[in-house]
């Protein structure tokens, strides 16, 4: 998939999240329920396939970006234990503590998102210079 490819589907798919979240305001409990469980299979879907693109593109992409990709597998794990774990509690104080909890990791979440997406706009960008260098190269030039 070319990367403007990968971008626009990012895009769509950071819209879809908003009004997902903007739904879930008037939806019914059962139904907020079922939205958090298949956006949480949706995440395990592919956090697996980030992995696995890892795996597969060893040698290929930099040991950074596999090591960011192996500690996002950890931490997924790590949050959907953690997770269940708090939805043990039955406690009114312990729930309401969960729940500005579970504000501030979306929160946080939402953040580290906006950094991705930075992080990916600096490697489209270095990726097509690196490119155009190349292609100077191949031309002649030296200018570069």
């Known amino acids: ?5 990968q971008l626009s589907q990012l895009a769509a798919r950071a819209k879809e999240l908003e ?4 739904a879930a305001k008037s ?4 139904d907020v329920e079922q939205s958090v469980k298949d956006a949480r299979d949706s995440a395990q879907k592919q956090a697996d396939a980030l992995r696995k693109s890892a795996d597969a593109s060893k040698g290929r992409i930099s040991a950074w970006w ?4 192996r500690n996002w597998n ?4 790590t949050v959907r234990k ?3 774990d708090k939805k ?10 969960a729940a500005d909890n579970a504000d501030d990791d979306a929160s946080f979440a939402v953040d580290f998102a906006y950094a991705a997406i ?5 490697a489209v960008l270095d990726a097509h210079l690196a490119h155009m260098q190349a292609d100077d190269l191949a031309a002649g030039n030296t200018d570069s």
Do not use: I, N, T
């Open 74 to 77: 950890d931490h997924v794990v």
């Open 19 to 22: 009004d997902r979240a903007a």
């Open 82 to 84: 953690g997770v269940q």
């Open 118 to 122: 930075e992080e990916a706009e600096y």
């Open 88 to 97: 043990a509690e039955h406690d009114l104080k312990a729930a309401q503590r």
């Open 66 to 69: 596999d090591s960011v990709a």
């Open 1 to 5: 998939m070319a990367l403007s490819d």
């Open 27 to 30: 939806k019914a409990k059962s």
